[in-house]
């Protein structure tokens, strides 16, 4: 008689099944795009920018969310603003209520009201002006539980206890340390809003910080020098696609053995202005 072997166990998955939710996104094509200015170490008024080869990278961007089954609105550019690209910074949208962005650099302080304009005309009924400087989803995370807020280089402080009063969310702040990674979008990315899954790069943080973020996501990815220099954590997350830049090909394994479909963007027009992926796309949570 043969020996019966028991059934094989599956070994249990260490991470959820991934899957893409529909996201609704705001961009603004970079029409008017250009380096006319200095208010962060990646911009350099002497390099100059191709506006064709800016537009045609932001399509594409545009064009793969779209093919991914999200819907993009657009905002339409002005002339004399050449950061609107950066939509991200213009307001963070939480369960229908918008609150807009207070520019810290006087450069940047008119396309708060184009913002506040657009979500006027689309119909949102909640939209408040901030009394304290923040730069939208610049400094601003969407997690499950919490509302992770970056500060140190643009934020205030102050920011923090506002949105939190207006949003009903528990609001978590973070010291940003180093000038390369002057927004929260620059050094960390949620990967998944439903399960408190994020990444980010620890250098960035100050020690404090640090300790907070291995406590309360103790399973996060964390990114090397290199990923974060190529704006590896300037992505987007739909819970299963994660657009980020081509450049940060380091993050593409580690997020696929975590069930992840990286997939990469070539935005390296718009790193002359100091924003990539994130930085264009502002997510309109209703």
Known sequence: ????????????????????????????????????????????PAKPVDVALAVAQWEDLRDRYRSLGHTVEVLVPRPGLPDMVFAANGATVVDGRVLGARFAHREREAEAAVHLEWFHAHGFPYVREPVHINEGEGDFAVTAS????????????????????????????????????YHLDTALTVLDDTTDEIMYYPPAFSPGSREVLRRL??????ATGEAAAAFGLNGVSDGLHVLLPQAAAGLFEPLRDRGFEPIGIDLSELLKGGGSVKCCTQELRC
């Not at 970056?150 to 940003?176: K, M, N, T």
């Open 217 to 222: 996501f103790p399973d996060a990815l964390t």
């Open 146 to 181: 919490y509302l992770l807020a970056g500060r140190g280089f643009r934020a205030s402080p102050l920011s923090h206890g506002e949105a939190q009063e207006y949003f009903g969310r528990p609001v978590l702040g973070l010291d940003l340390v180093d000038p390369r990674y």
């Open 1 to 44: 008689m043969g020996i019966i072997c028991p059934a094989a166990r599956e070994e249990p998955s260490l991470h959820p099944l991934r899957s893409a939710t529909p996201r609704r996104y705001l961009m603004c094509p970079p029409e008017h795009f250009g380096v006319t200015y200095t208010i962060n170490p990646w911009m350099d």
